[in-house]
């Protein structure tokens, strides 16, 4: 499936008298990886979740190649979006290969069975995230990392065109969190997914959007959003931020280095010395 275009204009999500999101504008090209980031609480996961439309927005309007995303039915929403949550889903009393079977399901008819062709592409999925060899495990009896490495197979299966992602690495080991990002990104598709590692967002996604407060306040290319004044100023920490030149890209990667001695800033305030 071809990569989707996607576009927020004038987003304002209110829950109970309360500003989730206000006047969010952006859009993302085919085919890009866009990382949300932004402090606890920010407004990343409620975003996601009006892509998702797991929320609608008060006002404003969400596209996805040119059509309002609230005028999709559901079965051809499911066979454009994927998404991968925060929330495990644990009440799935299946094996690990029905799981992410559960992926063609937009693809199907009701009651269709699962043809070769099917069981070839869950399997490719299952080697992609390294888990051949748990397939016949049940779902419920896996690790954290490897559940979330299932939802993301499931995803893969589904075959979007705009894979979103709510922090899709916070269970995953080291290695995983590589493997798995790079993955997203080799599938050609457009993905938008938050982050808390802001290291892996500045060498993983193509722009970065921050969030701090349920309002955008950067949004541009790793290069240009990740900086030691940002840090400071959205998530209160002091920080040296290195370019560095990667071999495989052509730009620059912003690299940041905590200074874990120094105190913490407020708000880019910084706190006084004992
Ligand atoms: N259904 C709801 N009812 C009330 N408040 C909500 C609801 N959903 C989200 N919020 C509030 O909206 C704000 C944004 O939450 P959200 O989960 O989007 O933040 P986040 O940036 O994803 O945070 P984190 O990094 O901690 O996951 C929070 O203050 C949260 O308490």
Redesign the pocket.
């Given at each position: 499936m071809a990569a989707a275009q996607v576009s927020v204009s004038n987003l304002h999500?209110v829950?109970?008298n309360?500003s989730?999101?206000t006047d969010m504008s952006f859009s993302i090209e085919q085919g890009r990886f866009l990382g949300?980031i932004?402090?606890?609480?920010?407004?990343?996961?409620?975003?996601?979740?009006c892509l998702y439309r797991f929320?609608a927005p008060t006002s404003g309007a969400i596209t996805i190649d040119g059509k309002n995303i609230a005028e999709f039915n559901r079965q051809d929403y499911a066979r454009k979006v994927a998404a991968v949550l925060?929330e495990i889903p644990s009440q799935f009393n299946l094996g690990v290969f029905d799981v992410v079977a559960m992926g063609l399901t937009p693809h199907k008819s009701l009651f269709a069975s699962v043809s070769l062709r099917d069981k070839q592409a869950i399997q490719e999925a299952l080697s992609k995230v390294g888990l051949t060899h748990k397939q016949k495990q049940s779902y419920e009896s896996l690790s954290g990392g490897e559940k979330q490495r299932v939802m993301i197979a499931r995803a893969i299966v589904q075959s979007p065109s705009l894979l979103l992602m709510?922090?899709p690495t916070s269970h995953l080991d080291v290695k995983y969190q590589i493997e798995i990002m790079a993955l997203a990104k080799s599938l050609g598709i457009t993905v938008v997914a938050?982050f808390?590692d802001l290291n892996l967002a500045a060498a993983i996604c193509d722009s970065i959007l921050v969030?701090d407060k349920?309002k955008l306040v950067a949004h541009g290319s790793p290069q240009n959003v990740v900086s030691s004044s940002m840090l400071a100023q959205v998530f209160g920490v002091n920080a040296d931020v290195t370019l560095q030149q990667c071999a495989k890209r052509e730009h620059v990667i912003p690299h940041i280095r905590y200074q874990y001695q120094q105190p913490a800033i407020h708000r880019g305030i910084p706190r006084s010395q004992p």
């Amino acid at each position: 499936m071809a990569a989707a275009q996607v576009s927020v204009s004038n987003l304002h999500l209110v829950i109970n008298n309360k500003s989730i999101l206000t006047d969010m504008s952006f859009s993302i090209e085919q085919g890009r990886f866009l990382g949300l980031i932004g402090p606890n609480g920010a407004g990343k996961s409620s975003l996601l979740r009006c892509l998702y439309r797991f929320q609608a927005p008060t006002s404003g309007a969400i596209t996805i190649d040119g059509k309002n995303i609230a005028e999709f039915n559901r079965q051809d929403y499911a066979r454009k979006v994927a998404a991968v949550l925060q929330e495990i889903p644990s009440q799935f009393n299946l094996g690990v290969f029905d799981v992410v079977a559960m992926g063609l399901t937009p693809h199907k008819s009701l009651f269709a069975s699962v043809s070769l062709r099917d069981k070839q592409a869950i399997q490719e999925a299952l080697s992609k995230v390294g888990l051949t060899h748990k397939q016949k495990q049940s779902y419920e009896s896996l690790s954290g990392g490897e559940k979330q490495r299932v939802m993301i197979a499931r995803a893969i299966v589904q075959s979007p065109s705009l894979l979103l992602m709510d922090e899709p690495t916070s269970h995953l080991d080291v290695k995983y969190q590589i493997e798995i990002m790079a993955l997203a990104k080799s599938l050609g598709i457009t993905v938008v997914a938050s982050f808390h590692d802001l290291n892996l967002a500045a060498a993983i996604c193509d722009s970065i959007l921050v969030v701090d407060k349920g309002k955008l306040v950067a949004h541009g290319s790793p290069q240009n959003v990740v900086s030691s004044s940002m840090l400071a100023q959205v998530f209160g920490v002091n920080a040296d931020v290195t370019l560095q030149q990667c071999a495989k890209r052509e730009h620059v990667i912003p690299h940041i280095r905590y200074q874990y001695q120094q105190p913490a800033i407020h708000r880019g305030i910084p706190r006084s010395q004992p």
